[in-house]
């Protein structure tokens, strides 16, 4: 991998902004989400994923608690608009109104000496949320092969965080890199949250009460089910979320798939992919076909649950 100076700033339109707001907005995404929103702190931010019945995730988010009635989660703008109509559908009577806030925040993704430029903690661990003001928030995320990232969340009439604009592809690839997938359309169903390794990174919390899909989420950590695990993966050739992944002993049947991919600065590809641990073991993978293009696995940059 070509060593790349990961220092700036980038705008971040592929984010939007979902706000719940009121007395219940906490309780009511306590019940939806597989993490624990009732006891957000405000220093606190929560990754986190909202399954169907059967436990397939159809969006994930970065969820903050800026004041103790209003959370906002950030999540890919292109299911934005579905997920906050399902969400919709059950609030029922509980006090909260979910909007669209998109147009009202501005998200910039801050890397490297910028967050020191910024008066920021670059040594903060990731899901931390730091308060500039009364309206400006940072959450601390995984860092991009040990380059720290945080997320700058602003009203958009904010100015934005100082320092050189990154290259607009750098950030999409840093965040392949961090190795903590970001659901799109593409993959929507596609995975239980141990499948993009939501469980190791804090996304997925077993203490918190029940939430859709929470029986078949639970079962597959405690019951040794689950037989799917993502990791990252560098190509020569474009690659796509949603596309399939062969290994070479298996012509017939997929392997896996991938949950998110992004030009490299070397000219690659590197990718996320969620596959059959079985398939890593043998070797051979290739994506699109079993004549595709060749994958290389490395080490994920942070430990999975089971092995710590």
């Known amino acids: 991998m070509t060593t790349v100076v990961l220092n700036g700033v980038s705008t971040l339109p592929h984010l939007g902004v979902i706000?719940?707001?009121?007395?219940?907005?906490?309780?009511?995404?306590?019940?939806?989400?597989?993490?624990?929103?009732?006891?957000?702190?405000?220093?606190?931010?929560?990754?986190?994923?909202?399954?169907?019945?059967?436990?397939?995730?159809?969006?994930?988010?970065?969820?903050?608690r800026p004041q103790p009635e209003l959370i906002l989660l950030m999540c890919s703008r292109d299911i934005l608009a579905a997920t906050l109509k399902r969400l919709s559908m059950y609030v029922l009577r509980a006090k909260v109104k979910l909007t669209d806030a998109t147009e009202q925040f501005a998200l910039h993704g801050v890397a490297g000496t910028a967050l020191t430029a910024n008066g920021l903690d670059a040594a903060l661990?990731?899901?931390?949320?730091?308060?500039?003001?009364?309206?400006?928030s940072v959450v601390s995320l995984y860092p991009a092969d040990g380059v720290p990232r945080a997320l700058w969340i602003a009203p958009a009439d904010q100015k934005a965080p100082v320092g050189p604009t990154?290259?607009?592809?750098?950030?999409?690839?840093?965040?392949?890199r961090s190795g903590i997938v970001t659901l799109t359309t593409p993959v929507?169903?596609?995975?239980?949250?141990?499948?993009?390794?939501?469980?190791?990174v804090g996304g997925v919390n077993f203490k918190?009460?029940?939430?859709?899909?929470?029986e078949?989420?639970?079962?597959?950590?405690?019951?040794?089910?689950?037989?799917?695990?993502?990791?990252?993966?560098?190509?020569?050739?474009?690659?796509?979320?949603?596309?399939?992944?062969?290994?070479?002993?298996d012509a017939e049947q997929p392997v896996g798939t991938v949950a998110q991919a992004a030009p490299a600065p070397d000219g690659g590809w590197s990718a996320l992919i969620s596959i059959?641990?079985?398939?890593?073991?043998?070797?051979?993978?290739?994506?699109?076909?079993?004549?595709?293009p060749a994958l290389s696995v490395?080490?994920?940059?942070?430990?999975?649950?089971?092995?710590?």
């Open 19 to 64: 706000r719940a707001e009121g007395p219940d907005a906490a309780s009511f995404l306590h019940g939806q989400l597989t993490q624990d929103f009732s006891l957000l702190g405000a220093t606190e931010a929560r990754l986190a994923a909202l399954c169907t019945a059967k436990g397939r995730v159809i969006a994930s988010f970065i969820g903050i």
């Open 125 to 136: 661990p990731p899901g931390r949320r730091t308060a500039i003001g009364e309206d400006i």
């Open 166 to 176: 990154l290259d607009a592809a750098l950030w999409p690839w840093s965040e392949v």
């Open 188 to 200: 929507i169903e596609a995975f239980v949250p141990q499948m993009i390794n939501y469980e190791s």
């Open 208 to 214: 918190k009460g029940c939430y859709p899909g929470q």
């Open 216 to 249: 078949i989420v639970a079962r597959s950590q405690f019951r040794g089910t689950l037989k799917r695990r993502t990791y990252l993966a560098q190509t020569d050739a474009p690659l796509a979320a949603g596309q399939e992944v062969f290994a070479a002993n």
């Open 276 to 292: 059959q641990i079985a398939a890593l073991e043998a070797g051979g993978l290739h994506a699109g076909a079993p004549g595709g």
């Open 298 to 308: 490395e080490p994920l940059p942070y430990p999975l649950l089971e092995d710590i």
